[in-house]
């Protein structure tokens, strides 16, 4: 049977980086893509969460880094905990207390962290008991990236072509090869344009759409064999051309846009050079400022060091492959 907890439940969830990206919808209402992606989970990002659902509240409470939300603010995790409660057959209102670590709409998917921990945490607060698969699904309905973040390492989301089949699955949850990502915190402030708005225009404006989506799905081929024979170079080449193909679309669509600034293209021809150099790595960037160098671990130190010399020590970071989901009882 189903019971609300007695107790508040808290979750831990990591974001992700795509290594082939989501960047659009075919169903705006239930976050369905308009292709396959993949992605690694970053172990130093993430997301906490604690939900209760509680007979004495008459609205929902959302304390997000140490702040109460305004009623507008809370919006979108107020919707989300309707599909919940719809889901569990409840009607209570629910505390929920959120801290990021990690800079909040800033292109470093924040939504991704966000929106598993608190399926995770609102889920099981609300007397739900999902595998895995289907916290992924419901993830999905928060944020599209949320759906990957509930496994740990190489994740993939299954387009799919309704609720039912559009999911995340592990591809390998533990990498035994040593693959580190160098995240360079060049703006941490929020975007001006949110990756829901961004891609959305995308689809309905970018003459290269179409283009997109049949580059992207060799790029989800293309990387998962790399992810099998453990081929460093064909997955970074690969992820790079899909994140530059991306923002393509971004310059493509009317009213064209960017989320790069100066020192996104600063960092990425950095990266070239020290290609040049005869260092193996690789950009991506996701809807905002702040570039992610994909490198294999033993070369991460010095990449590092390179890039803490231009934009400061506090600015650069680096992460290796994260866990999935974990869920008080
Ligand atoms: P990002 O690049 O950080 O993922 P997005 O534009 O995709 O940026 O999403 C940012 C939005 O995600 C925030 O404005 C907020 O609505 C939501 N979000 C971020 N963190 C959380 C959280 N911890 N709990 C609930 N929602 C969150
Ligand atoms: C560039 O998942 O943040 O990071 O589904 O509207 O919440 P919504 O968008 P979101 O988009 C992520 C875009 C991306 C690529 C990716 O993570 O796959
Ligand atoms: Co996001």
Redesign the pocket.
Known sequence: MMVIADHPITAKAHTNIALVKYWGKLDNQLIIPQNDSLSLTLDEFY?Q?TVQFLPELSADEVI?DNERLSESASK??RTFLDHVRQLAGINFHARVI?K?FV?????????????A??AGAASRAAGLNLNRRDLSRLARR??G?ATRSIFGGFAAWQQGQDDATSYAYPIDEQPTWDIAVVALVLNAK??KI???VGMRLAVETSPFYSAWIKASQADFETVKTAIQNEDFELLGHTSEQNAMRMHALTLSSDPNFTYFNADSIQAMNMVKELRLQGISCYFTM???PNVKIICQGADAERIRCYFQSSFGQDQVLVTRSGTGISISN
């Open positions: 997301t969460t997000f979108r995790v959120t990021n800079p909040t709409a800033a292109g470093l998917a924040s939504s991704a962290s966000g929106f921990a608190l928060g944020s990236s929020q975007k949110s990756s829901r996701d809807a905002g």
